[in-house]
């Protein structure tokens, strides 16, 4: 019981201590002015597509920065996030108050991830190891500060895993009984799953890893449901995810589903040449006319036929095929060691100086040198968190091998994201929302061989 209580505490002083830090650095951070607006990349284009999502306009402007809700390219939520906000703040108290809420969110990311790998393995030590890696990683503490989609995204991924495992994995092979039936458990993970969904599209074929890890639990024979609970998974996931489909095809006669932009990503993901929109759209359109839609006044937002994306594909893939699987390769590797969010510390890259200093004699002045960057002591712990953690976390993953049955559905979702991303395009943004599975790993592995080596002494 006094452990309960001091890992309580400890917690506690976790969670509100990632709290502040997640604040101050938010709150500290400029909004957006009439200048940045048009400028504002990301931010800018969420902002302004909100507002005009709950604008009742079909087109508009913003500050010179047009939006077209017909042609939305993107899963909704995250836009919706930003108009609804709109509704009742102005621009700048709406990203202020976006941040607070990202922040909340990211927090309860730590919670939930704390939660998750106690349900693993039954020990509050790798619990409390894990809150302190998530609530105190440089990089989470800066995303809730960014207008974009991956603080919400991990949230609803967490939440998703923490429902299941809880609710459905270990009250089957635990034996243990909840309030919640197994069928809202599942009701409400493809609740989470399908919101994650339509917040990045990259998850949306996710759910068949969850319905096959359904079936492994089934052979177990401890529950007589387990294809019913598929079915629900399934059946509910696909009616919240279908609701984006509705919509576009009842008030804009347009089909997608999540996104139109799987085959812009499996293009980029094969052009070597690729890189804004309108470079893309030069690439894309050269030597071939195509008609503008008559509904688009000034551009139509870089979307253009399949085919044309097939065509380009089928060209690339088929002059160099080998050339093709070694470019992903590459670049999805680079994708995976690279740390997102480092750049916001400074300018200069840690990578790129240790490279040049191993190309040239390493000295004490050099090293000074690459010590004295812009930013170096975060960009350094940034690096040290994002390796440490992919190492520790493939450890962790070993160590935790002959409990497959909880682990199956995040190694699965690792495995999903990283073979979707051979074939996608693959940029260290796209790939950090692994992050957090990395770090519960790595949290795991670093007690397990803490014990071994204490075993090992007291010998």
């Given at each position: ?205 996710f759910p068949a890893v969850m319905v096959l890890h359904l ?69 894309l359109l050269q030597g071939k006319e195509v008609a503008a ?116 559905p995040v190694i699965g979702f690792v495995a999903y994201t ?42």
């Amino acid at each position: 019981m006094q452990a309960d209580t001091r890992h309580t505490r400890i917690l506690w002083i976790v969670l509100l201590t990632g709290l502040l830090l997640r604040l101050t650095f938010a709150l500290a951070q400029p909004t957006y002015s009439r200048f940045d607006l048009a400028r504002g990349g990301d931010t800018g284009w969420y902002l302004v597509n909100g507002y005009g999502f709950f604008s009742g306009e079909k087109h508009g402007w913003v500050e010179n920065m047009p939006f077209y809700i017909n042609r939305i390219p993107t899963p909704p939520l995250y836009i919706l996030f930003a108009g609804f906000v709109q509704q009742f703040f102005g621009r700048h108290e709406t990203i202020v108050v976006m941040r607070l809420l990202q922040c909340l969110a990211s927090i309860a990311t730590v919670y939930l991830a704390n939660r998750l790998s106690q349900l693993i393995t039954g020990d509050k030590r790798v619990a409390t190891t894990v809150a302190v890696l998530v609530a105190f990683h440089p990089v989470f503490v800066i995303e809730p500060a960014s207008i974009a989609t991956e603080t919400l995204y991990i949230f609803f991924l967490a939440l998703g895993f923490w429902l299941y495992t809880e609710y459905i994995v270990v009250a089957v092979l635990r034996q243990q009984q909840y309030k919640i039936s197994p069928k809202a458990a599942i009701l409400l993970t493809a609740a989470a799953f399908a919101l994650a969904s339509l917040t990045r599209a990259v998850a949306v074929l996710f759910p068949a890893v969850m319905v096959l890890h359904l079936l492994l639990l089934g052979r177990r024979r401890l529950v007589a449901v387990w294809r019913g609970l598929a079915l629900v998974l399934i059946v509910v996931y696909a009616v919240i995810v279908s609701t984006w489909t509705i919509y576009n095809f009842v008030v804009w006669d347009r089909l997608v589903i999540v996104s139109d932009q799987l085959l812009p990503a499996l293009w980029r993901g094969a052009e070597t040449q690729d890189g804004s929109p309108a470079q893309n759209d030069a690439l894309l359109l050269q030597g071939k006319e195509v008609a503008a839609d008559d509904g688009c006044e000034v551009d139509c937002k870089y979307q253009h036929p399949a085919e044309l994306y097939i065509e380009h594909i089928a060209a690339i893939v088929n002059a160099d095929i080998a050339g093709f699987f070694l470019r992903r390769l590459d670049e999805l590797s680079f994708s995976l060691i690279q740390p997102h969010g480092s750049a916001r510390f400074g300018q200069g890259s840690i990578r790129e100086a240790a490279s040049e200093l191993l190309r040239q004699n390493v000295s004490a002045e050099r090293l000074l040198a690459v010590a004295q960057m812009e930013g170096f002591a975060l960009k350094a712990a940034t690096w040290i968190f994002h390796i440490g953690a992919i190492i520790m976390g493939m450890i962790g993953m070993w160590l935790t091998r002959h409990q497959i049955y909880f682990t199956f559905p995040v190694i699965g979702f690792v495995a999903y994201t990283i073979v979707a991303h051979l074939f996608l395009l693959a940029l260290p943004r796209y790939l950090f929302p692994l992050e957090f599975i990395w770090l519960l790993f790595a949290g795991i592995s670093a007690i397990r061989l803490f014990d071994r080596w204490r075993r090992q002494v007291a010998v």
